[in-house]
């Protein structure tokens, strides 16, 4: 089992809707969540971070954690073409491993169709 | 306020060279870490460093090398580089060290043919 899993996409998704990313990990001594965007070429870009269970909110995304269920996702509203991109799930080590590392996911690449 | 900057932006080696990289976090930022990343996969961990101490080690073999400055500038080092270190690699900074929030360089391309 890998550690943080993502699908891979593409997620294709028309303009104007919702865009759903999702992520699951296995260490349950996780404690920090992170979402980054990346171009094709660039550096990941740090979109947002969560710590505890629920939603958090920023502008056009959302993203949920549920520590229970090992799970992580990202919702992207009103998705635009500038949105494409991939999308890479972080989580911190762990105790276990190390809490001072990320593990990232593959990415699921995300294609908004204009 | 400027970003994490990194040097050089690409490079070319032969197998068996040796590679030193650098990085400069954002100002304020005490904690750098360095990733690998090869097309297709996300980030690799290889190192941490807080206040010059490394605090963390990835699976990376012992080719790989790292340091940081007093200024809380670092280098990555690879000796005897093979094809398969072939990569683009990442430094992030962040404010203490733990799981708080890394923010990436533009990273260095580096290929080893």
């Known amino acids: 089992q890998k550690e943080v899993e993502q699908n891979s996409g593409p997620l294709s998704v028309p303009e104007g809707a919702i865009a759903s990313l999702n992520c699951t990990y296995s260490?349950?001594?996780?404690?920090?969540f992170f979402w980054y965007r990346q171009y094709s070429g660039k550096s990941p870009e740090l979109i947002m971070s969560i710590y505890s269970n629920g939603d958090k909110e920023d502008g056009r995304f959302t993203a949920q954690l549920n520590k229970a269920s090992q799970y992580v996702s990202l919702l992207i509203r009103d998705s635009q073409p500038s949105d494409s991109a991939t999308y890479l799930c972080?989580?911190?080590?762990?105790?276990?491993?190390?809490?001072?590392?990320?593990?990232f996911g593959t990415g699921t690449r995300l294609k908004v169709l204009a | 306020d400027a970003g994490v900057t990194q040097s050089p932006t690409h490079l070319i080696k032969t197998r068996g060279q040796q590679v030193t990289l650098r990085c400069s976090p954002i100002?304020?930022?005490?904690?750098v870490s360095w990733y690998q990343q090869v097309l297709g996969q996300g980030p690799q961990f290889i190192f941490q460093y807080y206040e010059k101490e490394e605090r963390g080690r990835g699976n990376f073999p012992d080719r790989f090398s790292a340091r940081q400055f007093p200024n809380y500038s670092s280098e990555l080092n690879v000796n005897a580089l093979l094809l398969g270190d072939s990569a683009l690699y990442l430094c992030a900074s962040s404010k203490p060290t733990g799981a708080y929030e890394q923010y990436f360089g533009p990273g260095t391309r580096l290929t080893v043919t």
């Open positions: 972080a989580v911190n080590g762990g105790r276990g491993s190390g809490t001072y590392k990320y593990i």
């Open positions: 100002s304020g930022h005490k904690s």
């Open positions: 260490d349950r001594g996780s404690q920090s």
